[in-house]
């Protein structure tokens, strides 16, 4: 008789499904190991092959399906990036607010987070052998190569430069050219600000900042160096009108702080040629209520010396200021506040001093 042999294919269809049963409690993937690959369930080894300084890493996990899953960890990896930029827009507004800039960091956090709603996400990869199922759910990794990540983000940094190194140039030769310094500069400024998006997605993924993002520092730092130089040639002679039962001395002290909180100097009597005048006329208005009520406006105008015809117009307080009680003046000095005389200058030096 012939020898029989057994029908193996039969012995798998049978004993598989009881393997299955006996290990449910188990990790199982369908993807085969890979020489030199970890086990789909060792976490640490994936980790380690995957190290925090090279990729952002995330596990997902799912009851439905594989894909869940993979989505999942796609989805956790995109968070943390997010994550990262608003720690490096934070980092950045700290950092700027020590230079006096008023960038409006809270239009570039809001369009950073639009642009990573995520326009890279096709660079967050899932890593097919870690598949695996465990305790009915399934687990996945993702991750995203940092320097992928860079490169990719490099471009609209770029594009971003381009002005910003442009007008950093310029500002070079316009120091005795305090009108086209002025204007250069508020360029430089905004553009400036324009970078701070891209950069800080660059940073977040990253880990730090580029070869160009370091020069364009360098640059920055020395159109700030450059400013302090212009700004600390300048100088302005503050004036205030004397009226009756006013103690203009006062307010005088208050004002010239208020300039100097702006980084400029400021003197009292004459008027050099290439200094700033500003010239503050009070205005007390009294009204009987119950008691004596005081209020006080300062109209007042800038131009530099000599000039017959102001700059501008304006105020330096943005509402009327009011006194009243048993001293009605002593209470009225007390609400004029340092800054808010310097808020109110910076707004209306801002067209004409690069502050």
């Known amino acids: 008789m012939g020898k029989h042999f057994p029908n193996t294919k039969l012995m798998a269809m049978l004993i598989l499904p009881m393997l299955a049963m006996l290990f449910s409690g ?18 640490e080894g994936w980790l380690a092959r995957y190290p925090e300084d090279q990729y952002v890493t995330a596990w997902g996990v799912s009851s439905v399906s594989e894909r869940e899953a993979i989505h999942d960890a796609k989805a956790v ?43 890279h996400a096709e660079l967050i990869k899932p890593v097919l052998y870690t598949v695996y199922k465990e305790d009915g ?25 381009i002005p910003f190194r442009m007008h950093a140039a310029r500002l070079d030769s316009l120091t005795d050219d305090l009108p086209r310094f002025t204007q250069v500069w508020a360029k430089l400024k905004e553009s400036h600000g324009e970078l701070q998006a891209p950069g800080a997605e660059i940073r977040a993924v990253a880990g730090g900042k580029t070869k160009a993002m370091v020069l364009d520092r360098v640059l920055w730092e020395r159109a700030l160096n450059l400013r302090l130089d212009v700004l600390g040639g300048l100088n302005i002679v503050v004036e205030v009108k004397p009226i009756p039962d006013f103690d203009e001395a006062e307010l005088r002290g208050k004002i010239q702080a208020a300039i100097a909180d702006l980084g400029l100097g400021t003197s009292v009597g004459g008027c050099p040629a290439g200094s700033l005048v500003l010239v503050v006329e009070p205005r007390l208005v009294w009204r009987q209520v119950v008691g004596k009520v005081v209020q006080l406006e300062l109209p007042a105008k800038i131009s530099p010396c000599g000039d017959k015809i102001p700059w501008t117009n304006f105020s330096l307080s943005d509402q009327k200021i009011r006194g009243e009680g048993r001293r009605p003046l002593e209470d009225l000095m007390g609400q004029i506040q340092v800054k808010s005389i310097s808020e109110n200058l910076y707004t209306v030096l801002k067209p004409y001093l690069p502050i």
């Open 137 to 161: 759910k399934f687990n996945a990794l993702a991750v995203l190569s940092r320097n992928e990540a860079a490169e990719a983000l490099s471009g609209p940094y770029e594009k971003e430069a």
């Open 26 to 43: 188990c990790a199982s993937s369908r993807y085969s190991q890979v020489e030199g690959y970890p086990e789909p369930d060792d976490r």
């Open 77 to 119: 990896v995109a968070a943390a990036v997010r994550s990262s930029i608003d720690s490096e827009l934070l980092s950045i507004m700290r950092s700027e607010s020590r230079y006096g800039e008023s960038t409006d960091f809270q239009r570039m956090e809001s369009r950073t987070q639009i642009k990573t709603h995520f326009e």
